[in-house]
């Protein structure tokens, strides 16, 4: 299982703007109990916060080639997106402290990523050392 620190952002696809919700929550990655032979993950990111204002928990299922993870490039902050092959998109805020910069990726971020990718990658690409990198502008509203 991997965990890392993580919000939730809203997405405006017209302006392009990206806006954390100022709720502290927590990502999960493990095998999926039911189809660990299928290579199926669940994803499951939740609040922390015992007040977190109505937001929901959101629970996935990932599934090699059918699921992307796009880095984004923010101004304010460290962004990725999970995108869907049926176009669903999720978008995540790294909320931990990064002593190099506010918008660069830490060794922890790029770390989870590493793994994320590896997963949608799935098992014959993996082999095959290809990896899944994309990267996406957006603005990080404050």
């Given at each position: 299982m991997t965990t890392i620190r993580a919000g939730l952002c809203e997405f405006d696809e017209s302006s392009k703007v990206c806006s954390a919700l100022p709720v502290q929550g927590?990502?999960?990655?493990a095998p999926h109990e039911e189809d660990i032979e299928?290579?199926?993950w669940s994803f499951e990111w939740r609040p922390v916060e015992k007040t977190a204002g109505g937001v929901e928990p959101i629970s996935l299922i990932l599934i090699a080639g059918e699921t992307k993870c796009v880095r984004l490039d923010a101004?304010?902050?460290?962004?990725f997106a999970l995108v869907f092959s049926s176009d669903q998109k999720y978008f995540f805020w790294f909320q931990e402290k990064n002593a190099v910069a506010l918008n660069q990726f830490s060794e922890k971020d790029t770390a989870f990523l590493d793994k994320l990718d590896s997963i949608l990658a799935g098992p014959e690409e993996e082999q095959e050392g290809q990896e899944v990198k994309s990267e996406g502008d957006v603005?990080?509203?404050?």
């Open positions: 927590e990502i999960k990655i299928l290579g199926f101004k304010s902050g460290r962004v603005e990080m509203k404050d």
